[in-house]
């Protein structure tokens, strides 16, 4: 009965769902007040519905319930309940449920936290949301219900969950990950209602700002959750393959950070107009496109579902009509909304530009190595099949961000609308020249190899932290105290040098682990010892363990440290009961400034086992970093200037006053 009832909520959710779509929006175009009005109760009505029925699905898995096809091919008796729980979002029909769920929960936040926004604008916003939500639910409904029986078969044990999904990461990372997906449907939805009121001004900047934000905060915790999984939980150690799933979360999180900084220069100098609305139509777009190529069987991946191609063409269909219609939409209005405003040659806005350009061009470069192997093999055939690789991505990107990193310590001390050249080199000289010289001198100090992609990264990393902090050195000094200074700067600012600081960690975590590894691969025997440095690890053998729903072969691997015993680790390598499907587990000890990581690969016979361990020096500061900027994004969402009731006016003033508020505002 509770499957029925989750299969009925959903059914009430599309019907309130298509209300919403439509009612206030005609309101909107009429001037109904009262139609327009219902966006609120009937987004409510909706979320609601749409929670009831994710606890259906999430009671079905909990009591074990395998007449449901969907938790019988996911669940297992044995499964620890914590896992049970996670398993609602394991597969396909159980994460698009979430998705869709997340999808109202954006809205109905909106509902509740747009009391200043104009009626009319918001009941186009919640009728754009609602109409993405009624062609996922019938998507849904049609195509992969959750709640399909299998009540003339019904199965006594369920097949279990993926071993490999069975981790800590499946109950963190898909939520926030989908947020930060589903989270860039507010900046969708309120660019199709500025292309339909042909109205962009910094009202509206400042309404979407904060909804950006928090989607591009998720967004990134949720990029980085994933790249921590994968790190610990595939067993060889990386962070990052460039695996396709990989780029199709990438992709909508580079076009989010270029949107984030078109809106700031659309608040401030009311440019970049068009910028802004087509960039939020493609950081959606980009998150759709990830949704239908990890769904539709196109590419096989540690990370993609299984889906029936057939399926994906419903998918794909659904995309093409949301894309297509919003940059038809772009194509009509865009001239209505288009900025007037100038500005010189070295003002912040030509270097925001810029960024933007940087951003976007990787999006195209990424895009296109992530689809050309499907559209070779559409064209040449299954037998002709090429891939690509991380040497395409790495020669490609790591360029392109090298100089969005110089530009961003650059773009610090610029002001808008013009700049003095003079101003630039007095503020740069000094830290450029430091930059270098630490970004010589410090890779020789922690090794005599010479490595310039090394020397290059920490250069860049320094420039933009030195930046930040002289920047907030020249912002504090006329203040009567440096406290009070600190005191007067806004959240927003804050937010934005934090995020950049993170950036900073980022680039030093990913320089410094890459050129400084040391990775060794040994067949051991119990009593053999390998040293790495002043580490020193002994291979003790293994002994068998039993879990909740699996047997492990547990490695005992004791780690000496300058001689003295530091820690004992215990990779595994485990066999799951359920499905036969063996796993491995590592065992990592982190630390600040450096991970020790071990691994079980296979039995070589008479004890002895291929061990792969690692030393990975300042790994944890890429997730670190990361965790900095989602930091910066939340702090800034905080400034009290986007609780301000703002008067929706029809163009952006450009007085040189606003003009230094902005400057200190961002």
């Not at 009319?120 to 399909?148: C, K, Y």
Request: proline residues 4%; positive net charge; glycine residues 8%.
């Amino acid at each position: 009965m509770i499957p029925e009832l989750g299969h009925f909520a959903l059914i009430l959710a599309l019907c309130l769902g298509s209300l919403q779509a439509v009612l206030p929006l005609v309101g909107a175009q009429t001037g109904n007040v009262q139609w327009m009005q219902l966006c609120r109760p009937l987004s409510a009505g909706l979320w609601v519905f749409m929670v009831l029925g994710f606890g259906c699905l999430a009671y079905a898995f909990l009591h074990d319930d395998f007449s449901v096809a969907y938790v019988a091919h996911n669940s297992n008796s044995l499964l620890p309940v914590y896992y049970k729980f996670a398993a609602v979002w394991g597969a396909h029909e159980g994460s698009l449920l979430l998705w869709v769920l997340i999808l109202a929960t954006w809205g109905y936040a909106v509902s509740l936290l747009s009391r200043e926004l104009p009626l009319d604008i918001l009941a186009r916003v919640m009728s754009v949301m609602a109409l993405i939500t009624v062609g996922f639910l019938i998507f849904l409904l049609a195509t992969s219900n959750p709640f399909e029986r299998l009540l003339l078969n019904t199965p006594a044990e369920g097949v279990d969950l993926n071993p490999l999904l069975q981790d800590f990461g499946l109950i963190v990372h898909p939520p926030f990950l989908y947020m930060g997906y589903v989270g860039f449907s507010v900046a969708f939805a309120f660019a199709i209602a500025a292309l339909l009121t042909g109205r962009l001004d910094a009202a509206w900047a400042r309404w979407t700002r904060p909804w950006t934000n928090a989607a591009w905060a998720f967004l990134t915790i949720g990029i980085a959750l994933g790249s921590w999984w994968a790190y610990y939980e595939l067993g060889w150690g990386s962070w990052w393959f460039w695996d396709p799933t990989e780029n199709v979360s990438f992709m909508p999180w580079l076009v989010g950070t270029a949107l984030i900084h078109s809106l700031a220069v659309t608040e401030k100098r009311g440019v970049f107009k068009s910028w802004t609305i087509l960039l939020a139509i493609a950081a959606f777009s980009l998150s759709l496109l990830g949704a239908f190529i990890v769904r539709s069987g196109l590419i096989t991946s540690v990370h993609a579902f299984a889906v029936d191609p057939k399926r994906g063409m419903v998918l794909l269909t659904l995309l093409l009509l949301i894309i297509g219609g919003s940059l038809f939409l772009y194509a009509l209005r865009a001239p209505v909304v288009k900025g007037t405003s100038t500005y010189g040659g070295y003002s912040r806005e030509i270097f925001l530009l810029i960024n933007n350009i940087l951003l976007v061009v990787s999006t195209a470069m990424i895009l296109l190595g992530t689809l050309f192997p499907l559209i070779h093999e559409a064209i040449y055939g299954e037998a002709n099949r090429v891939s690509v690789g991380p040497p395409y991505f790495n020669t490609l990107f790591l360029p392109l961000m090298a100089l969005l990193a110089f530009m961003l310590g650059v773009s610090t001390f610029s002001r808008w609308k013009r700049t003095a050249l003079d101003h630039l080199t007095k503020n740069l000289w000094k830290l450029l020249l430091a930059s270098v010289a630490l970004g010589i001198v410090l890779p020789l100090l922690v090794s005599a190899r010479f490595a310039p992609g090394a020397m290059l990264a920490i250069a860049l990393a320094l420039w933009i932290l030195f930046g930040v902090a002289q920047d907030l050195w020249q912002k504090t000094a006329n203040k009567a105290s440096r406290l009070s200074g600190l005191r007067s700067l806004s959240l927003s600012y804050y937010g934005m040098q934090v995020a950049h600081a993170g950036l900073a960690v980022i680039i030093l975590g990913i320089c410094l682990t890459s050129h400084y590894s040391i990775e060794e691969d040994r067949r051991m025997a119990p009593g053999d010892s390998l040293s790495i440095g002043s580490y020193e690890f002994v291979f003790k053998g293994v002994e068998e363990r039993k879990g909740p729903n699996y047997v492990a072969n547990s490695g005992n691997i004791d780690v000496l440290r300058n001689g003295v015993p530091y820690l004992t680790l215990h990779p595994e390598k485990r066999r799951y009961l359920a499905r036969g499907d063996v796993q491995t587990e590592v065992a990592i000890e982190v630390g600040f400034f450096r991970d020790l990581f071990t691994a079980l690969g296979d039995p070589r016979g008479d004890g002895a086992w291929v061990v792969r361990i690692h030393v990975k020096p300042f790994v944890f500061w890429i997730w670190l970093g990361a965790f900095l900027m989602a930091a910066g994004g939340v702090t800034a969402i905080l400034d009290r200037r986007y609780r301000k009731k703002l008067v929706h006016a029809g163009v952006m003033p450009t007085s040189d006053a606003q003009d230094m508020q902005g400057v200190l505002d961002h």
